[in-house]
């Protein structure tokens, strides 16, 4: 189990639909440790869907991100509707570095774009559950990627978009 890359004192692993047993195991164990599924959640599925583990130094899984393929809106009449992988992510709050969520999102989006079948999704997106990640500074970083707020939606949700195979325009500094 080779990392894709270093941050940190921490190894990213790549996880994208390899059978990886001894990641998933590790991964559910980080869900469990932090009690974060949702009741009913079927960890074992959940598993198959890690994009990337971050592991520390003892090999433990510290932070996670998984993708599964839906339409956005629901709706199946919607004129907007696209075909996309829904991006999660965790990390465990004592290892919440600056940047790590930067890595792994830009990370996840590089391996699914890679990784997508010829007619697969054609967007990355994320549902923010978290409220941090609604504001102004948090919009602007991922406008600098190449997110865009695509829907707001109840009790104050973003729909954040980035399409597959096009370039971000990063501002120069």
């Known amino acids: 189990m080779k990392p894709v890359l270093k941050f940190q004192d ?12 001894e990641i998933e195991a590790k991964v559910i164990d980080l869900w469990t440790r932090n009690n974060v599924l949702p009741n009913g959640a079927d960890a074992p599925a959940r598993a198959r869907q890690v994009v990337l583990a971050v592991l520390d130094a003892s090999g433990k899984a510290v932070a996670v991100n998984t993708a599964y393929e839906g339409h956005f809106p629901l709706a199946p009449a919607a004129r907007d509707r696209v075909t996309c992988y829904f991006y999660r992510m ?21 391996i699914l774009e890679r990784n997508r079948p010829k007619d697969g999704p054609q967007s990355f997106i994320i549902i923010t559950e ?44």
């Open 10 to 21: 921490y190894d990213i692993v790549a996880k994208w639909n390899a059978p990886m047993p």
């Open 90 to 110: 965790f990390i465990e709050p004592k290892h919440r570095r600056p940047h790590l969520m930067r890595v792994m999102t830009n990370t996840a989006f590089d």
């Open 130 to 173: 978290n409220p941090g990640l609604t504001g102004p500074g948090m919009i602007r970083l991922f406008e600098r990627f190449g997110y865009k707020v695509w829907k707001r939606m109840p009790g104050g949700k973003l729909a954040i978009r980035r399409d597959f195979g096009v370039a971000p325009r990063i501002p120069a500094a």
